[in-house]
């Protein structure tokens, strides 16, 4: 009998939380722990930027004491040895006074001292457009420049980059401009230290918004500048492994299996629509343009046309007709303009700024880097040959 009471107790009862302790978590508290959570890593984060602000501000103010001294020249060519030695015996648990960091020091705060000696404009200039920097790099070279030269301090905003990040801008730029081109990308795309290695390597800050392109007359101020960001003057597609011979359509099967590598070779935002989309005109007619993507950040659609030979005028006219059709079938409200892009093997200026001239659509001309790879492949092909006709 008391089995069957048991039996019929279980049927009614239903699922729920048990208290334990004289403790329910119900929602409340658990929204509220997860708020706690939130605010202890942002603490945490906020807690690692000031103590990576001062051990750098540290650092710069070391470096600017060395320089303004001329330790070298008073003290000996053992001068960096020497403070080593002794920052080390007084800071023994401190890793960061070996000899090359100390010089590294020194460097950190001479690069940006002297550009600020080689860049000194009247205050008129310094209202014109920095190339190739957001408005944040614009108001730190402001910063920079308005300091005295020989007592620069350390601008805020490099407090949010780690040392090696520093030292990686600072040994490979070759002008203020690019400095502050890359310390934005680091802060505003949260770059690793090998991206940012990596993307030095390939000359982002030459490539882009170098691209050959009609926006100052198909866009209005601030969209061109922003689309122009969008735009590398050559792409780097040595990530694929081609065939000596291959077509558009290879190229384009190439960049799609490899699309996580191509859309970070496109930078930042991009997302992938889709290749070879259907654009239906009437029953009999269709066309079907290469790669259509869709920029976040900037809320536009970009349309990518691949060639694998040289640029002819007859390629923006396509292009144009692609970008008119995003513009009246894909363009949403909240949506800005749409652009084109055509990438292909070699492209000769002129040639690619009289096909743009009265193009309506903005369009841009760039090229790709693959040839390293294909040589390569033609090379091992050749020698895989050679060994076959000496065994023979």
């Not at 894909?330 to 652009?339: C, I, K, M, T, Y």
Request: hydrophobic fraction near 40%.
């Amino acid at each position: 009998m008391g089995g069957t009471e048991m039996s019929k107790k279980e049927d009614i009862m239903e699922p729920t939380f048990v208290a334990r302790d004289g403790m329910l978590a119900d929602n409340e508290y658990v929204t509220w722990l997860s708020e706690l959570k939130r605010r202890f890593q942002s603490s945490q984060a906020k807690a690692a930027v000031r103590v990576n602000t001062a051990m750098l501000e540290y650092y710069w103010s070391l470096g600017r004491d060395i320089v303004k001294k001329k330790a070298e020249s008073k003290w000996g060519s053992g001068f960096f040895n020497q403070l080593s030695d002794d920052m080390r015996s007084m800071f023994p648990n401190e890793t960061g006074f070996s000899v090359t960091n100390l010089k590294y020091m020194k460097r950190w705060y001479s690069f940006y001292n002297e550009q600020v000696l080689i860049r000194q404009q009247p205050a008129d200039e310094l209202e014109k457009p920095i190339n190739q920097q957001p408005i944040d790099g614009k108001e730190l070279l402001l910063e920079i420049r308005q300091q005295p030269a020989d007592e620069m301090d350390m601008p805020k905003i490099f407090g949010q980059i780690p040392w090696f990040h520093h030292v990686e801008i600072f040994t490979k730029s070759q002008s203020l401009d690019e400095a502050l081109f890359y310390i934005n990308k680091v802060i505003e795309e949260g770059w690793s230290r090998s991206w940012l290695e990596d993307q030095i390597a390939a000359k982002l800050f030459k490539k882009q918004g170098a691209a050959v392109t009609n926006f100052d007359k198909t866009l209005p101020m601030p969209q061109r500048e922003l689309a122009k960001e969008l735009l590398k003057d050559e792409y780097n597609f040595e990530f694929l492994t081609m065939k000596a011979k291959y077509d558009e359509h290879d190229l384009e099967e190439a960049l799609v299996a490899n699309i996580t590598r191509f859309l970070l070779e496109l930078g930042k935002g991009f997302a992938f629509v889709g290749r070879q989309i259907e654009l239906r005109m009437d029953e009999e007619t269709s066309f079907f343009p290469d790669l259509v993507f869709y920029h976040i950040p900037q809320k536009r659609y970009v349309i990518i046309e691949l060639k694998t030979v040289k640029y002819i005028p007859e390629f923006a006219g396509k292009l144009n007709f692609y970008v008119t059709a995003a513009d009246k079938l894909l363009r949403g409200a909240g949506d800005n303009p749409s652009v084109g892009l055509v990438i292909c093997k070699t492209a000769k200026k002129t040639v690619v700024e009289w096909s743009l001239q009265d193009i309506q659509k903005p369009l841009g001309v760039a090229t790709y880097q693959l040839q390293e790879v294909v040589d390569r492949t033609v090379a091992e092909l050749e020698q895989r040959n050679n060994q076959k006709e000496d065994k023979a």
